[in-house]
């Protein structure tokens, strides 16, 4: 795993997107793998802002979002539809028919479920997959116990989960319980992950990631398995890893041939 730590989430999403565009730039027809919440809006607003003023390129781009509320419309102002719209689709050139988001309103939930995965096999695999993680170290909504070989399916969320997300549905109990999320072993797949995490809430989720066993019962540290898997952390998200000291060195020291 490659941990680069910034002083704040600004610098660290400049960071993130730069390793985006560079893989769009250097492979037009590249996939990405999409994540959504609070953490990778300043990327998309980064990716945004490098089409609008330096032409990053999307036109030949597919793209696979993480996981979908069951039961929400796209329409809903809180869907995962709405919110990449809203943050990205909208203000970039990524064709609408290579857009693809889990479909949480399908009546055939395993046949919507095989239908994506084979989706991400026919568009070649996914080059660069963006994560989050949350407060109990999910990756996706991949809750702790996940099957580390999991694939896309319907999971259940947490309380912790649903209460992160109360406000946005007008309390707890407007929250969905369902989700339709890519699973770990589909994430595994990626040629490349990038996971983003920034503040205190996240530190304990971002160290056991890291430094933590392998272990169902932190989704995220199914990511010491991956061979191309970079961190990209402000100074308080990164506050509880023991090694810190000796990945900042790593970093500094990296020959730029090696970087990202
Ligand atoms: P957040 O969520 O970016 O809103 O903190 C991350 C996650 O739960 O995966």
Request: glycine fraction near 8%; include cysteine.
């Amino acid at each position: 795993m490659e941990i680069i730590t910034q002083p704040d989430s600004q610098q660290a999403s400049l960071i993130a997107a730069g390793i985006v565009a560079r893989t769009v730039q250097e492979k037009p027809h590249a996939v990405l793998g999409l994540a959504t919440g609070n953490t990778p809006l300043q990327l998309y607003r980064n990716l945004v802002r490098m089409h609008r003023d330096s032409g990053l390129d999307f036109a030949g781009v597919t793209s696979f979002n993480l996981d979908e509320y069951v039961g929400i419309p796209p329409a809903h102002p809180s869907s995962f539809h709405s919110y990449m719209w809203a943050h990205l689709f909208s203000h970039i050139n990524l064709p609408k028919e290579r857009i693809n988001i889990p479909d949480g309103l399908t009546t055939d939930v395993p046949a919507a479920c095989r239908k994506y995965e084979q989706a991400i096999r026919s568009a070649g695999g996914i080059d660069v997959q963006v994560l989050g993680i949350g407060s109990n170290g999910h990756i996706g909504f991949n809750e702790p116990s996940s099957s580390l070989s999991s694939r896309t399916r319907i999971k259940t969320l947490t309380e912790e989960s649903r209460l992160d997300v109360a406000a946005a549905f007008g309390g707890e109990e407007g929250v969905p319980t369902h989700v339709l999320t890519m699973g770990l072993g589909t994430i595994m797949d990626a040629r490349k992950c990038l996971l983003l995490a920034f503040g205190k809430k996240k530190a304990r989720a971002v160290a056991r990631t890291v430094e933590g066993p392998v272990t169902a019962m932190v989704p995220g540290s199914v990511l010491q398995l991956h061979p191309r898997t970079i961190l990209v952390l402000d100074k308080d998200a990164a506050s509880e890893l023991e090694m810190a000291d000796y990945y900042a060195w790593v970093h500094e020291h990296k020959p730029d041939w090696q970087k990202y």
